[in-house]
C-alpha cells in the first residue's frame, strides 16, 4: 500500500551533475528516516546517503562534498544531488524510506514498513 517512485536517472558525463527524486505515495501515517542506495554491476547494494525527519544527513565518504540529499516532507519525497560525477558513480541507485502506515477514514498508524523504490540507473560515461 506504499510505494516509491524514482526519477531522474539517466546518461551524464564525468564531471555533470543529476537530481534524482523519489516520491512516496500510499497510506501513509508518517515517513521517519529516508535515503539512497547504489548497486553497481558486480558490488553490494552500499548506503550513499540518508536523511532523518528532522533533517540530519549521513553521507558515503565517496560522496561526500559532491552529493547533497533533502526531503521534503509535505510531499513524502527525498532528493539526491549528484554534483562532478565521475564513471565509479555508474549504479542503479535505489530510495529507501522508513514508512509508517496507516488505515481507516482518519489514516490511523497500524504498523512500520521498510519500502523500496525499484531503482533508477545513472550512468556516467565520456
Known amino acids: 500500500q506504499v510505494q516509491l517512485v524514482e526519477s531522474g536517472g539517466g546518461l551524464v558525463q564525468p564531471g555533470g551533475s543529476l537530481r534524482l527524486s523519489c516520491a512516496a505515495s500510499g497510506s501513509i501515517f508518517s515517513i521517519n528516516g529516508m535515503g539512497w542506495y547504489r548497486q553497481a554491476p558486480g558490488k553490494e547494494r552500499e548506503l550513499v546517503a540518508s536523511?532523518?525527519?528532522?533533517?540530519?544527513?549521513n553521507y558515503a565518504d565517496s560522496v561526500k562534498g559532491r552529493f547533497t540529499i533533502s526531503r521534503d516532507n509535505a510531499k513524502n519525497t527525498v532528493y539526491l544531488q549528484m554534483n562532478n560525477l565521475n564513471l565509479e558513480d555508474t549504479a542503479v541507485y535505489y530510495c529507501?524510506?522508513?514508512?509508517?502506515?496507516?488505515?481507516?477514514?482518519?489514516?490511523?498508524?497500524?504498523?512500520?514498513?521498510?519500502?523500496w523504490g525499484q531503482g533508477t540507473l545513472v550512468t556516467v560515461s565520456f
Open positions: 529507501n524510506a522508513e514508512v509508517i502506515s496507516c488505515s481507516g477514514s482518519w489514516c490511523y498508524p497500524d504498523g512500520n514498513l521498510e519500502v
Open positions: 536523511i532523518t525527519r528532522e533533517g540530519n544527513t
